[in-house]
């Protein structure tokens, strides 16, 4: 790979990437007999735009859930700025500066996009209800610059004009949109997405790799995508780890990812959605 060190390099279209930010040392989770992650490792850069990709049933969600914490391996290290992660709840590893947007959307469909979208906001709401009794001043305060950063994220999602609908009334691509808006609502470092363009059509997209782009370049965010279709990963990652049946069978850019014979014979007649 070019140029890339400890420190990290710059890619061909002039964005940064640092160093290591994560790393997944041998991470083994069985579920009963399942094997769903098999001894994986592999890092993720500051900065970067990490795919996972892999058949069905590879283990890619599963990998995703480790890292958020949804799911504790039975063997592997999670290091994270360089330290070892102790077993954490996902909401400790949400406070580390990780969010996520789930493969089956998990939003409130009773609840406006508004609504929907402060509820990303769980993390910065510090004012317990003590506070707000005794001292409402402090509360208020909050409330204001956390609707003030919802209001900035809707407008970088371009959902203004949906902000008052309730999510249920919502087409399928603009709720997706919308569970990425709550994500970057807890203003991430590591955005963890899970097929975020899973069931769009072409247009959709579109618009949805142009977002992630732009949140990347933008905010500076560290993105790790599952993503089935491969048009997509391949024009939107820097670097790609191929999952076959629990098992790491590739790692490295879209160009050595693609010549990898083994990753070309796990995909040669797989059918993918
Ligand atoms: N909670 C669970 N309990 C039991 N088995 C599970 C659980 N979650 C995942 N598995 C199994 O682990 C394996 C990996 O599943 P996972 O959902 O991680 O795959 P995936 O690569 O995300 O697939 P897809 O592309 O279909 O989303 C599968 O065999 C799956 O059935
Ligand atoms: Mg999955």
């Known amino acids: ?37 098999s001894n994986i490792s592999f890092d993720i850069r500051e900065g970067e735009i990490r795919a996972i990709i892999g058949p069905n049933g590879a283990g890619k969600s599963s ?3 480790v890292i958020s914490g949804f799911y504790n391996p039975q063997e592997g290290e999670v290091i994270y700025k360089g330290q070892k ?3 954490m709840k996902p909401y400790q590893v949400a406070r580390q500066g990780i969010a996520r947007t789930f493969q ?11 609504d929907n979208v402060m509820t990303g906001r769980i993390r910065q709401m510090n004012a317990g209800l003590l506070a707000q ?12 610059e956390n609707r003030e950063a919802v209001e900035k994220i809707i407008d970088f999602l371009e959902i203004q004009h949906i902000r ?13 949109r919308v569970e990425l808006a709550r994500a970057l609502a807890a203003e991430p470092s590591i955005l963890l997405l899970d097929e975020p363009m899973a069931g769009m059509n072409v247009e959709e997209k579109e618009d949805m790799s142009r977002f992630i782009l732009d949140v990347n370049d933008e905010f500076g965010t560290t ?32 160009d050595e990812v693609r010549n990898n014979q083994a990753v070309i014979d796990a995909y040669l007649g797989v059918a993918h959605d």
Request: proline share 4%; no cysteine.
């Open 1 to 37: 790979m070019k140029d890339m060190d400890t420190q990290g390099y710059t890619t061909a279209d002039g964005r940064k990437i640092g160093g290591v930010v994560m790393e997944m040392k041998n991470i083994t989770l069985r579920f009963g007999g399942v094997m769903a992650i």
């Open 164 to 176: 008052k609908t309730p999510v249920g009334r919502l087409p399928y691509g603009l709720k997706k």
């Open 85 to 87: 992660r102790p077993q």
């Open 104 to 114: 089956n959307i998990a939003l409130f469909e009773g609840m406006t996009v508004l």
């Open 223 to 254: 993105i790790v995508l599952i993503e089935h279709d491969m048009g997509v990963v391949m024009d939107l990652s820097d670097r790609v780890v191929v999952m076959d049946y629990g098992k790491k069978i590739g790692d490295g850019t879209p």
């Open 133 to 144: 009794a005794i001292w409402k001043g402090k509360a208020e305060r909050e409330e204001t």
């Open 63 to 65: 990998m995703l859930n």
